[in-house]
């Protein structure tokens, strides 16, 4: 009803409404132009890309996308503004084959519903032929006229929603809408090495890449040359599919799945079940709550693909995906195994971009760096009952003599000595030198003893005096739905009144709790709601036991026993990291070495 009480009457909108209301879907923010011009631009098959942004103090006031590509006659390019109008199908039976980025025809049409655009093009080989230049604003044509220009296009996008004033406030800063543009390039340019990009803010190059037919240059380009020496290969061939690409050691990896990139058929793609497939690959490489880093480079048979199911396309349906991220995960799970997968020295901390968002988990204590009491390097005397301490914490985690789960995939390690008291050096048979966390080492032996439910792992000691401890009403809360699980890997724990605990056992794994303080940080492990949120409990209650019953960075260690944690190491599944992903070992070869030093 209207206002007056009137019955509404039904009308057909107008052509200029319809496009806005098209342009919405298309162009949400400046980033959506930045992709729609440059994916036009690679449909044209040009082989330089250049994006220009001008900005001001608000924000970005001009998108400018220049190409070598095939360029437009007078009369295209007059049509590319029409809604619907596309050079890459035909009709209806196309859409199952399509090799192209676009194909709606939506794109040109409706950025000019809401901006001011102007398009200078003149087609390849045309000769004399002079270009064409049109300016469209709000969808009316302002001018069309023959032009001199080079081959190729260039299109300006200015006064993005001048008239959509609700779309232009709901645009957020200036650096975010920069963000997210860098975030679509990189991804465009990792499904297409063969083309050179440039991107320029205000004339300051913020990205650029080379033509290559060889991916890890691209990686290169955008994320340091560093993160390359720490990809390992990936490749399958099936008969609709083939996998190529890049992933990451697990030495490497992210609390999101921001850099696990995947491109189906060149085109840039988001998809969870991907994302996930890959994660699924490293199996216990990688803790529960971390994703790799991957740059993945599917082909699969475009029958299989459906990319008409968003605006946007950035979300793409497959049939047959069950069987798909199957492969995907096998073909991730074979590259890891058929590689070495220690870091090499140096990697992780020149990537800053890469590690920023590297957080590691509240449940970790802050390592001790005690240098008080502990020599410089080399084995130093310890003291009898410190000896005796680690003794004892060592042998709780030593497996059966002769029960060697899995075939060792670290080379044998020969301890030199320990660093600091918290470094172990290392030689292997090849001659590299060795650099273990002694912590992150134990951590993980501990931590695949717990997960695989072994027996000693389990075992429980009762405390001489039980300890009473006071929570919060959260963390009341959160314990007790832990206390069945904490009960089965050798904690007794009794509700005691109100927010009142009582701690009678511990597994023997921990050690001899020394006062009430550490059985205080043990439950405020357990009950901290940050961690709570990414990991189910068992995986928690692991973590902490694996953590709290490590030895101590800071703990001066024998020589023996430098080396009994060694040998442990090397009989765990995944020996590279401990289980919130930082890394137990760090390798450096002679020709690193001989490199620091200048020695060439
Ligand atoms: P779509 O890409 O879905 O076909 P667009 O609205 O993005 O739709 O573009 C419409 C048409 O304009 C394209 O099909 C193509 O023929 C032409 N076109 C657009 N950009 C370029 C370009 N940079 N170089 C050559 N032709 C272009
Ligand atoms: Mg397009």
Known sequence: MTPDGNQPRIHILDPATVNQIAAGEVVE????????????????????????????????????????????????????????????????????????????????????????????????????????????KGGEILSNSGSGAPEGTRITVEDLFYNTPARKKFQKSKNTELAQIHTILEGICLSHPEIAF???????????????????????????????????PVTCTLDYMTIGGYISRPSLSRKDTARVLVSINQRFVTSRSIANAIKAGYGTLLPKDRFPVSFLTLRIDTALVDINVHPTKKIVRISREQEITDAIRDAVKTALLSHDLVPSAGTPDRIPELIEEQSIPAIRPEPRYDHAGTAPAGVSESTHTGTTMTDRQLRQTELPCGVALVEPVLPALEVIGQFGGIYILATTPA????????????????????????ESARRSQELLIPAILHRTPRETAILKTLLPQLAGEGFTIEEFGHDTFLVRAIPVVMGKPEDTTMLDEIISDLTNPDSAR?????????????????????????????????NQLRLTRNPYTCPHGRPTIIRFTRPDLDAMFHRT
Not at 212 to 222: F, H, S
Not at 557 to 566: G, K, S
């Open 198 to 232: 440039r991107l320029f803010a205000n004339d300051a190059e913020l990205l650029v890449t080379d033509r290559t037919d060889n991916l890890p240059d691209t990686i290169a380009r955008l994320y340091g040359s560093e993160v390359v020496r720490d990809l390992v």
């Open 29 to 136: 923010r400046p980033a959506s132009v930045v992709k729609e011009l440059t994916e036009n631009a690679i449909d044209a098959g040009a082989t330089t890309i250049r994006i220009d942004l001008k900005m001001d103090r608000e924000g970005i006031t001009a998108i400018s996308v220049t190409d070598d590509g095939c360029g437009m006659s007078p009369e295209d390019a007059l049509l590319a503004f029409t809604p619907h109008a596309t050079s890459k199908i035909s009709g209806i039976g196309d859409l199952h084959r399509i090799g192209t980025l676009g194909f709606r025809g939506e794109a040109l049409a409706s950025i000019a519903a809401v901006a001011e655009v102007t398009l200078t093009t003149r087609p390849k080989g045309s000769g004399a032929v002079p270009g064409t230049r049109i300016v469209v």
């Open 534 to 566: 990414s990991v189910d409990n068992r995986e928690r209650i692991a973590r902490v036991i694996a953590c709290r019953g490590a030895i101590k960075a800071g703990t001066v260690c024998t020589p023996e026993q430098c080396q009994r944690i060694l």
């Open 431 to 454: 001659g590299e030198l060795m650099i273990i966390d002694q912590h992150a080492a134990h951590e993980r032996i501990l931590y695949e003893q717990v997960t695989s439910r072994s």
